[in-house]
């Protein structure tokens, strides 16, 4: 089971600041990898397409998901999770988030506030049962 994902600077910041601009809605995106390492070297920001409260969930359009399938495929990278932010709370899962979690899949949630970044967390559902671990987020 992993317990830690790495991040690239830069790829890291992207989600931190795409987290602040998008309060007071909920951030989301798709984290792309490196085939070979695993560490995460590129985010795509998604639209939040989610119907009503876009401050409580959030949502990806599933042509959209197909589109960037195909091209972190062309680029040699391999779709290794998701993040999104939790405006006003703590980065901790919601019951929502841990029903919809793919197992092996990568989820970081970031907590938003209106002053800023508050904390961030990874998580990981492990491939059989319930099981979801909390894992390390390291900027290399």
């Not at 790495?6 to 790829?11: A, K, P, Q, Y």
């Not at 890291?12 to 809605?25: D, G, I, K, S, T």
């Not at 949502?59 to 998701?82: C, K, N, Q, V, W």
């Not at 938003?112 to 990874?122: A, L, S, V």
Request: charged share 30%.
């Amino acid at each position: 089971m992993k317990d830690t994902v790495s991040f690239d600077r830069l790829t890291y910041a992207q989600v931190m600041l795409h987290a602040r601009q998008a309060y007071p809605e909920e951030a989301c995106g798709v984290l792309l990898g490196n085939k070979e390492s695993g560490r995460i070297e590129k985010l795509i920001d998604m639209a939040n397409t989610a119907e009503g409260e876009r401050g409580l969930h959030f949502s990806i359009d599933p042509m959209d998901m197909y589109r960037l399938e195909t091209e972190a495929e062309s680029e040699d990278r391999i779709i290794a999770g998701f993040y999104h932010s939790h405006p006003d709370h703590r980065a901790v899962l919601s019951d929502e988030d841990k029903q919809y979690l793919i197992p092996q899949m990568v989820y970081v949630v970031v907590s938003t506030g209106k002053y800023g970044i508050g904390d961030i967390k990874g998580y990981i559902k492990e491939d059989t049962g319930d099981n979801i671990n909390e894992i390390s987020i390291w900027e290399v």
